[in-house]
């Protein structure tokens, strides 16, 4: 690798077929290895990429942890939402709430939620279960195998903690529980991962874990992953037992409040949720009981550098209702957020900056802390967008909001 490699050069025996893309790396810094690859892209695809060429990140850094075949960047607009105020566990603040976002007429929305929820005197968050899961695949010959198995794994799970827990500093195992489904054997292995997401870590540990298992049963692993985990997919199981951090929010509402600043009632906003987001939800199967909780989730997760695919889990969230004599009783049960505030894309210099804004980058204190407060507000922010799509939808406001907005 060469500091003063030719971009074009290199473009060239790329498209001679003597190079391919991601053996650019070995020839010259990433800067320049991302420069050939736009100048082969141009040459392929008659596109421009003079945008794409411009960011702000280190390309070495970004290369080495994000991403490969680097190119470029992609911007997003960044919006801000709030002041949220928020009392929790760990989030105990008035928030400005970074959304990165392409759908027009979402960050107005959020906003309008923050400003009901501040009004009232805040939201109350708490997240109440941490677990990363990794969840390993074994093969066995039958169910008296698998159950002889199952059995080893209770006698033996601080074998296991030992094993697991000798990857990592920060992680803690948790929990394993023990599938057998006919010849097969699946453990979900539940970390506490601090700070972290925590699925890199999961992963490591459960390798270490399944090293014993193998040793010492009849069980051989057929894949470290057996989508019992389950990860960036829509899963019952994530609902019920949890991924990640599950964290609720609720929120009292004068009706004074809600009349001026949602321009609605709570009877006729309580009237929705029961319609659309239960009754609705559960005609169609839908594993999350919600307005839009995903938007927000998104929203934040592309601002602060989360895994986007993981979404999916964040998507489970049930919104509950209820029309009180004087006010709106309103709450979001998000089951399955994966957040963190150190590692992955939260080290990239804009989500680092929108961490900042939160108050919540890298390693709280105690550890955990961080990823926490970000999970509460996240799910402060959630309600806030649901009650104001709630109340559009009660008052019949929603397309008139996003004609309004030229969207």
């Given at each position: ?8 050069a290199?473009?060239?025996q ?11 790396d ?5 800067a ?14 008659g ?6 060429a411009?960011y ?9 942890a994000?991403?490969?075949?680097l190119?470029g ?15 929790g ?23 309008r ?19 990363m899961?990794?969840?390993p ?75 014993i ?12 992953s057996?989508n ?9 199981i994530?609902?019920v ?18 009349e001026?600043?949602?321009k ?19 005609k169609a ?11 927000v ?5 592309l601002?602060t550098?989360?895994d986007?695919a993981q ?6 969230c ?37 961490l ?10 105690p550890?955990?802390s ?7 507000v ?30």
């Amino acid at each position: 690798m060469t500091d003063d490699a030719d971009p074009d050069a290199l473009a060239e025996q790329v498209l001679e077929g003597d190079l391919r893309l991601h053996e650019l790396d070995d020839h010259a810094d990433a800067a320049t290895a991302a420069t050939a690859r736009r100048r082969v892209l141009e040459r392929e695809t008659g596109a421009a990429l003079d945008v794409t060429a411009d960011y702000a990140f280190d390309p070495e850094l970004a290369s080495d942890a994000n991403v490969e075949n680097l190119v470029g960047g992609t911007q997003l607009p960044l919006g801000i939402a709030g002041p949220l105020a928020v009392s929790g566990d760990a989030a105990s603040d008035d928030y400005r709430l970074p959304l990165a976002t392409t759908e027009g007429a979402l960050v107005a929305s959020i906003n309008r939620g923050c400003s009901t929820i501040t009004a009232a005197g805040g939201a109350n968050a708490r997240v109440t279960k941490r677990g990363m899961t990794r969840a390993p695949v074994f093969r066995v010959t039958d169910v008296t195998e698998g159950a002889e198995v199952a059995r080893w794994v209770d006698d033996n799970v601080e074998e296991l903690r030992e094993a697991a827990e000798a990857t990592t500093s920060h992680g803690t195992l948790e929990d394993v529980t023990h599938y057998v489904v006919g010849d097969n054997v699946y453990l979900r292995f539940a970390y506490d991962t601090a700070d972290a997401m925590g699925m890199n870590m999961a992963t490591i540990a459960t390798r270490a874990a399944c090293e014993i298992v193998e040793a010492e049963t009849p069980a051989s692993l057929v894949a470290l992953s057996g989508n019992l985990c389950a990860d960036k997919k829509p899963a019952a199981i994530n609902a019920v037992e949890g991924r990640g951090r599950t964290v609720t929010a609720d929120v009292h509402i004068p009706r004074d409040i809600v009349e001026e600043r949602l321009k609605t009632t709570p009877e006729a906003i309580a009237e929705v949720n029961t319609r659309k987001n239960l009754v609705g939800s559960a005609k169609a199967g839908s594993l999350g009981f919600n307005a839009h909780a995903a938007n927000v989730v998104a929203a934040v997760f592309l601002a602060t550098g989360q895994d986007a695919a993981q979404v999916v889990e964040g998507a489970n969230c049930i919104t509950t209702v209820e029309a009180r004599e004087s006010e709106l009783y309103a709450s979001v049960n998000l089951a399955s957020l994966e957040v963190g505030t150190v590692g992955g894309g939260t080290k990239l210099p804009t989500q680092a900056e929108a961490l900042d804004i939160l108050g919540v980058r890298g390693g709280g204190d105690p550890a955990g802390s961080n990823a926490d407060e970000l999970a509460e507000v996240i799910a402060a922010g959630a309600l806030a967008g649901e009650l104001s799509l709630l109340a559009a939808l009660a008052s019949r406001h929603l397309s008139s909001a996003h004609e309004e907005l030229g969207r």
